[in-house]
């Protein structure tokens, strides 16, 4: 098993509730800081999406190989 370097689900997870805690916290909104966390949380959605997608293929390969088994 190859090791990843990629940040793990829970990790952007942590991520984008950072970014919504920083979006809530902000009394007067600095566009092109928000911006940039709009960016930022986005970039963390896509991957997460295909980490999941990892995740459920990985999922599905090991459902079918305990079905093979029977």
């Known amino acids: 098993?190859?090791?990843s370097k990629e940040k793990s689900f829970k990790e952007h997870l942590?991520?984008?509730a950072g970014i919504l805690e920083w979006f809530d916290a902000q009394e007067e909104?600095?566009?092109?800081?928000?911006?940039?966390?709009?960016?930022q949380a986005a970039d963390l959605i896509k991957r997460s999406r295909a980490r999941l997608a990892?995740?459920?293929?990985?999922?599905?390969e090991?459902?079918?190989k305990?079905?093979?088994e029977k």
């Open 54 to 60: 990892e995740i459920e293929n990985t999922f599905t």
């Open 29 to 39: 909104l600095d566009v092109e800081e928000a911006l940039a966390k709009v960016e």
């Open 14 to 16: 942590k991520e984008i």
């Open 1 to 3: 098993m190859a090791i």
């Open 62 to 64: 090991v459902k079918r």
């Open 66 to 68: 305990v079905g093979d």
